[in-house]
């Protein structure tokens, strides 16, 4: 089961490594971390998604809110909230798959933001499972490098 | 003001007496502060980790402030590390503070820099690393607050050198603590408590599991009265030893591995059972559906998060146990147990293990049995860890006295340093250390500290030439193959005794046992026993 954790923490140094430390010791999956700055400079927000059963999952939230740096936790299900990745893919190109790379995004939402004669970089932002899709659709031409922020979520409104 | 006189002005804003602690560069200027102050007495004790065990016998005692304990950075905090992780495992608010080396040198790898906070994280409540004299009141308050309120534990305070020398603009002792983020749950739920009840008034077969967290909130008196009230028999963990008289006739023993077949049957044959103070670990259920199964699991506990950690419950109840047993006692019902009473009575008549006290050695179980009936009735009973922790929670009768061991952690050579901060926090009270051989010599160095602050600790050596719970192990589970468990070599405890200026007896065998035992309690000074026990010897 994957569950999506909106963890708004104290924006103090230190604070990143105690929740990671946290996921490590007891053994707990992160599939993905994002964090960043709120409205308030002092609270920091990490969205972290994790997966495992009813009891870790359970457990998960329980330890986060132990955390004395943690202020509240939010925990909710993917398809309960909004989320979005941004990715970014370097890749290799050369006249016969220019044009495929290029169909590849108009379809997908993706933008090219940079090129030279044999490589380009595509920004793609979309959910983590679109994102997901998109990269597996590159597979064919040769990806030099990828970078992905993590999924970042919020609860939808109507949830709220 | 510096921020050294500051850190010990806060500690006397606390309440602080006595601090456990190794001197080094990095902490040079908080010892110079609590010499110049001369309201605190600092032990000097022989080795860091020492520091956090007396710090933790004596908090244990004291029972209202948190034990403290001060040692250099580097070497000095990661030899203290053993001591925070084994307060951290049984719930014992200390206050441990480590020198660190300069600010600006932090993250060089400088001499005796070690990155205390980052190793400790994962067994301390909390930890800071103060980088503004200015924040020093504000950390020593919430410090205090956090390590001895909701789920007690050490908190970490890392001080780098020029911290501790500079010079703050004002000294303010704050007069409350505002923490966003730490709001612990003591008052239980009212909704959950009349579940309890209702629950109460079906059952037929109901028990109390009284864990050490019931100690820690001071409420076995609360936890006695209810259980006479209502007639509910009780048995503990390891760690909630004492909860009630061991003699008490409501009370069935220790559960576990290693705890009485009649407790564990009274577990197994309940039909609610309420876990209060209690993790549910493994040494004490070593299956979680044990205590699920068939019954109506009840669990109060002050941290939500052992709720449903390792089993069930049916009934989820956050919240202080002084304060839960209080709302409980509140409430009146009518319910008839003397049926299961009597059950358990007799399983305890048929169970109790029939003791051996003959042949060429002492037997540690009943050696234990006549040491607690002279002992005084408030004493302080400290069980190190191996074979006489097994012994010493079998058969230790622990009346109104307490019973202190490392039951999370494990961790030996506990009970010397435990013993001597036990000691020192309540000196009126008899304070006795059982130890094996193997875990004596863990922290024998502490006998000069015993020594240089005339500590009247009794210490007991069960002396069996070997690590005796590991030899039994490999006894049952490699086929008698023992591997690095031999511990001749054992230095001539006599000539240690001596060496110590401490007086010795040594026991051989059943029959001089009483007189060794009156001489040993007679005075109320410091004294070595050897106790010698059958190398073969097994826990039963």
């Avoid at chain 2, 002050?302 to 006692?329: H, M, Q």
């Amino acid at each position: 089961m994957r569950r999506i954790y909106s963890v708004l923490v104290e924006n103090r140094s230190g604070v990143l490594g105690k929740v990671a430390g946290l996921f490590s010791r007891r053994c707990y999956n992160i599939d993905s971390l994002a964090v960043g700055e709120t409205d308030d400079p002092d609270v920091s927000c990490m969205t972290i998604v994790s997966s495992g059963d009813q009891r870790t999952i359970e457990q998960i939230e329980k330890q986060l809110n132990k955390k004395l740096d943690v202020i509240k936790v939010k925990t909710f299900e993917e398809q309960s909230a909004i989320s979005r990745e941004l990715m970014l893919i370097k890749v290799k190109y050369n006249k016969n798959t220019r044009r495929d790379i290029m169909e590849n995004c108009d379809i997908m939402g993706a933008n090219i933001v940079d090129m030279s004669k044999t490589h380009m970089i595509i920004q793609m932002c979309d959910t983590p499972e679109r994102t997901s899709i998109f990269m597996k659709m590159l597979t064919g031409v040769s990806i030099v490098e990828v970078a992905r922020t993590g999924c970042l979520a919020l609860q939808k409104c109507s949830e709220e | 003001m510096t921020g050294a006189d500051i850190m010990v002005k806060c500690l006397e804003a606390e309440g602080v007496k006595e601090i456990y602690g190794y001197p080094g560069v990095a902490i040079a200027p908080f010892y110079e502060a609590v010499r110049a102050s001369g309201k605190i007495h600092s032990t000097l004790v022989r080795t860091e980790q020492s520091a956090a065990h007396a710090a933790s016998g004596y908090t244990r005692i004291n029972k209202e402030i948190p034990g403290v304990c001060a040692v250099t950075s580097g070497p000095g905090a990661t030899n203290l590390i053993t001591g925070i992780a084994t307060a951290f495992a049984d719930s014992i608010p200390l206050i441990c503070i480590t020198g660190q080396v300069k600010s600006e040198l932090i993250g060089g790898d400088v001499f005796q820099e070690a990155d205390i906070t980052g190793a400790c994280e994962s067994f301390v409540k909390y930890s800071y690393l103060v980088n503004d004299v200015n924040d020093i009141p504000r950390i020593m308050k919430e410090a205090f607050h956090v390590a001895n309120t909701g789920r007690k534990g050490p908190v970490l305070i890392d001080v780098p050198i020029d911290m501790q020398q500079a010079e703050a603009k004002k000294f303010v002792y704050p007069s409350e603590v505002n923490m966003r983020t730490y709001k612990p749950t003591v008052k239980g739920n009212m909704a959950q408590i009349n579940k309890v009840i209702k629950e109460l008034e079906k059952a037929k077969r109901p028990l109390i599991y009284a864990g050490g967290g019931v100690i820690l909130s001071n409420a076995s008196a609360k936890l006695e009265e209810f259980a006479l009230k209502n007639n509910i028999p009780v048995v503990s963990t390891m760690m909630g030893i004492g909860v009630l008289p061991t003699n008490h006739t409501l009370y069935y023993g220790m559960v576990g591995n290693n705890g009485k077949a009649y407790a564990n049957r009274a577990v197994v044959e309940s039909d609610v059972i309420i876990v209060v103070g209690a993790r549910v670990a493994d040494r004490a259920v070593n299956q979680p559906d044990l205590i699920t199964k068939d019954k109506v699991m009840i669990h109060i506990d002050v941290d939500p998060a052992e709720i449903g950690k390792n089993a069930g419950p049916s009934i989820p109840l956050v919240g202080d146990a002084s304060y839960i047993f209080d709302d409980l006692l509140s409430k009146e019902f009518e319910a008839d147990y003397s049926a299961w009473i009597e059950t358990l009575d007799s399983y305890r008549d048929r169970l109790e293990v029939k003791l051996d006290s003959q042949g060429d050695y002492v037997d540690a179980p009943a050696f234990i049995q006549k040491l607690t009936a002279a002992m005084k009735n408030d004493s302080i009973y400290v069980a190190d860890v191996g074979q006489n922790q097994l012994w010493s929670c079998g058969y230790a009768q622990i009346i109104d006295g307490d019973f202190l061991t490392t039951g999370g952690m494990g961790t030996m050579g506990y009970s010397i340093p435990a013993a001597m901060g036990a000691k020192m926090s309540d000196p009126k009270r008899q304070v006795v250390a059982v130890c094996g051989d193997g875990s004596f010599q863990m922290s024998m160095c502490e006998l000069a500290t015993i020594r240089q602050n005339d500590v009247a600790v009794k210490i007991i050596v069960f002396n069996n030439g070997y690590l005796g719970l590991v030899r039994q192990f490999q006894h049952y589970n490699y086929a008698d193959n023992y591997s690095v468990v031999d511990l001749s070599g054992n230095p001539d405890l006599e000539k240690l005794a001596a060496a110590y200026d401490m007086p010795f007896i040594r026991v051989h065998n059943m029959d001089e046992v009483d007189d060794a035992i009156e001489k040993f309690l007679k005075d109320d000074n410091r004294y070595l026993m050897e106790c010698m026990i059958n190398p073969m010897a097994v826990v039963k």
